[in-house]
């Protein structure tokens, strides 16, 4: 088998979502958790992800408290038309904030959904949401009621499609049983692989596509991060088990076994894990979360790369399924994970 990406490719998600560019662009790290970031950059990054073709725009209401839907915005604003009118937004909503930047739970009752999708239409601008998902299960309310609220913003015209975020299979079920679901966003990379056992054949046999955040696990194995690398007030991969100590080194470890396997074929490690990941499948789209040009540019560049049964195979080798050192939240957010329960 031979996987060929297609630079200016698209794909559809699912059966009744939208057709997007094959690469989104996850905007969270210009607003939030990441440290420092540089509007300027932060919005010509956009600007370049849309003159590249990149159609997918993904954020949630709660990174930097609406800075990111209010920057995205501004961003559309100062775009070409035709750019503009190309581009679809993909919002999370539910997550509960402190003023001091905490998080204090998720809330997915019907009018809580009806309020963020109103303060979120008026942060972007726009008189709808293309792709509305609670970004995580609200334990205390039954999943048909919160999917069964936004389905009544899409009768409403105020949302055109469905998404769910880090649900499991059983959840997935029961929510596609109330109305049409786009696509589930959730983490997949070539050390965040857990979706394979139950929820990705479960996503596959109702027709729901897979939009995937973290492919570098946040830089990780982005073939950028470094053993010696001091992280920035803010950024929240300090608190990350996969950052922290001999973790960290064996994660790096992996790392380096993939850059053998990238360099052999003249490309990045990062250009490398993001091609692994378009290669599972055609129902699934890519979130990069780049922040500024060069790593956008490198990105890209994934698309043109062609991975045959030898490559997957030497990649897999590098990088076998299971074989990270550590969770990929901590404790108190795994928690909060219905794809992990």
């Known amino acids: 088998m031979t996987m060929t990406q297609n630079p200016t490719a698209t794909r559809s998600l699912g059966t009744t979502g939208p057709t997007v560019s094959a690469l989104g662009l996850g905007c ?3 607003s939030a958790l990441y440290g420092e970031s540089d509007r300027a950059e932060s919005i010509a990054t956009i600007h370049a992800a849309l003159d590249a073709g990149v159609t997918l725009l993904d954020t949630g209401d709660f990174y930097g408290m609406g800075h990111n839907e209010l920057l995205i915005a501004e961003a559309l604003r100062s775009a070409p038309a035709a750019a503009r009118e190309q581009a679809l937004t993909s919002v999370k909503f539910g997550a509960l904030r402190t003023v001091e930047g905490g998080f204090t739970g998720y809330d997915g009752r019907p009018a809580a959904v009806r309020n963020f999708a109103a303060y979120s239409l008026q942060r972007l601008g726009t008189d709808h949401i293309d792709i509305y998902r609670i970004a995580r299960v609200d334990p205390d309310v039954p999943i048909e009621e919160t999917v069964g609220a936004i389905a009544e913003l899409v009768e409403a015209g105020h949302v055109r499609h469905i998404g769910l975020s880090e649900v499991g299979a059983d ?6 049983a109330v109305a049409p679901i786009a696509d589930l966003q959730i ?8 979706i394979e056992d139950t929820i990705l054949p479960t996503a ?5 596509g897979v939009t ?9 194995i982005s073939g950028h991060f470094t053993r010696d690398r001091a992280l920035g007030p803010g950024d929240f991969r300090g608190m990350s088990p996969r950052f922290q100590g001999e973790n960290l080194g064996r994660n790096l470890d992996l790392v380096d076994r993939l850059r053998e396997v990238a360099e052999a074929k ?4 990062a250009q490398t894990a993001i091609a692994w990941v378009l290669a599972q499948g055609a129902d699934i789209v890519p979130l990069i979360g780049a922040r500024r040009r060069d790593r956008l540019a490198e990105a890209l560049g994934a698309l043109a790369v062609t991975l045959d049964a030898a490559d997957l195979a030497a990649i897999e080798e590098a990088v076998p399924a299971g074989a990270a050192s550590g969770d990929r939240y901590p404790a108190a957010q795994m928690a909060h994970l219905d794809s992990e329960h």
């Open 28 to 30: 969270m790290g210009m």
């Open 171 to 176: 959840t997935l079920r029961r929510a596609a």
């Open 187 to 194: 983490e997949y990379s070539l050390i965040s692989r857990g």
């Open 204 to 208: 596959r046999e109702l027709g729901i």
């Open 212 to 220: 995937a955040y973290g492919v570098l696990s946040r830089g990780l």
């Open 266 to 269: 003249g490309v990045t490690v």
